[in-house]
């Protein structure tokens, strides 16, 4: 019963290195996404898939991209990373009409130096 | 702008007395309201929802309760017990939507 899995847990990067964050799910879910937990602004909306082969931005998309590699994983990728991408990323998983809401990985700490 | 607001950051209540959490929104096309339990080091898991058509909704010692009109709603946890200890983060979506928006999170710490 794994859920949501992200790998890697933490991560430490140096300014202008780049990394992929990666995200499986094994409930058979349609949708997936990226958030971002900050101090005092809650989880806020990277980017999300509501289904394979589909990608959308959400509230702060800047700096990075992501790939819904098939129906299981979507990864989100840092091309340039910079301080204030210091963060925990949290990756879920829904299905579209679904009414308990999203399954949550259980984070990656990213530390931008 | 947060369109989910958790206007306090923390709250601390005695063993066996009630937890009350509250959450305002102001995007009227919100229909559907979660709550969200996190525990440090691990991801949110949900913990009650309800729907807008329903006024409350109660599963065990948790009850949510939703005022449309006021663009309001609260989770009562009764009686809190030390377990409860965690953040609490207030989630929305809108009608047709999938993507929810959260707020800020409150932190419970339960006194033994």
């Known amino acids: 019963n794994a859920g949501v899995t992200q790998t890697p847990k933490f991560q430490v990067l140096k300014t202008g290195q780049s990394m992929t964050l990666q995200c499986a799910q094994d409930?058979?879910?349609?949708?997936m996404y990226w958030y971002r937990q900050d101090p005092g602004m809650g989880l806020r909306l990277i980017y999300y898939?509501?289904?394979?082969?589909?990608?959308d931005k959400g509230e702060v998309p800047n700096g990075y991209n992501v790939s819904r590699l098939n129906k299981r994983e979507f990864s989100l990728r840092l091309e340039s990373a910079a301080p204030s991408q210091t963060s925990v990323y949290f990756c879920?998983?829904?299905?579209?009409?679904?009414?308990?809401?999203?399954?949550f990985g259980s984070g990656t700490r990213l530390t931008v130096v | 702008d947060q369109q989910v607001k958790q206007n306090s950051p923390s709250l601390s209540v005695q063993e066996g007395r009630i937890s009350i959490l509250n959450c305002d929104y102001t995007?009227?096309?919100?229909?559907?309201f979660l709550w969200y339990k996190k525990y440090p080091a691990e991801g949110p898991t949900f913990l009650i929802s309800?729907?807008?058509?329903?006024d409350k909704n109660e599963d065990g010692r948790f009850t949510v309760f939703l005022n449309k009109s006021a663009k309001h709603l609260s989770l009562h946890i009764v009686p809190s017990q030390p377990g409860d200890s965690a953040v609490y983060f207030c989630?929305?979506?809108?009608?047709?939507?999938?993507?929810?928006?959260f707020g800020a999170g409150t932190t419970v710490t339960v006194r033994a």
């Open positions: 879920a998983s829904s299905e579209i009409t679904g009414s308990y809401g999203y399954t």
């Open positions: 409930m058979n879910h349609n949708s």
């Open positions: 898939s509501a289904s394979e082969g589909t990608t």
């Open positions: 995007n009227s096309m919100f229909d559907y």
């Open positions: 309800i729907s807008s058509i329903k």
């Open positions: 989630a929305a979506s809108a009608i047709n939507d999938y993507k929810l928006s």
